[in-house]
């Protein structure tokens, strides 16, 4: 599967941004989907991730209440919604992919094998 992430931009502090991730081929529905971000100087971490049905989700805790994960499996796109973004949510943002059973969700790196080329997020502050 290959993945293309969109929807990065600057935006103050306090504003929303939408990240979308469209995917290649016809199995997406049986892949587990997931965005880390990786500050500059910093290691990649975990943002979020979301079952095969999208029935399962999983959030980092630095996120969690201010993002959501959601996907649309008939247009092959998982989508992150960014709202009250800081200043440290400033990261290049990647989409990650790796089949799974129907309600696992990965939270760590090297549990893809798919990823995006990455949509840089700056929040001013």
């Known amino acids: 599967v290959q993945l293309q992430a969109s929807g990065g931009g600057v935006v103050q502090a306090g504003g929303s941004l939408r990240l979308s991730c469209a995917a290649s081929?016809?199995?997406?529905?049986?892949?587990?989907m997931g965005w880390f971000r990786q500050a500059p100087g910093k290691e990649r971490e975990f943002v979020a991730a979301i079952s095969r049905s999208g029935g399962v989700t999983h959030y980092a805790d630095s996120v969690k209440g201010r993002f959501t994960i959601s996907r649309d499996n008939a247009k092959n796109t998982v989508y992150l919604q960014m709202n009250s973004l800081k200043p440290e949510d400033t990261a290049v943002y990647y989409c990650?992919?790796?089949?799974?059973?129907?309600?696992?969700?990965?939270?760590?790196?090297?549990?893809?094998?798919?990823w995006g080329q990455g949509t840089l997020v700056t929040v001013s502050s």
């Open positions: 081929g016809r199995t997406f529905s049986s892949y587990v």
């Open positions: 990650a992919a790796d089949q799974a059973n129907a309600n696992a969700v990965f939270t760590t790196a090297l549990d893809y094998d798919y």
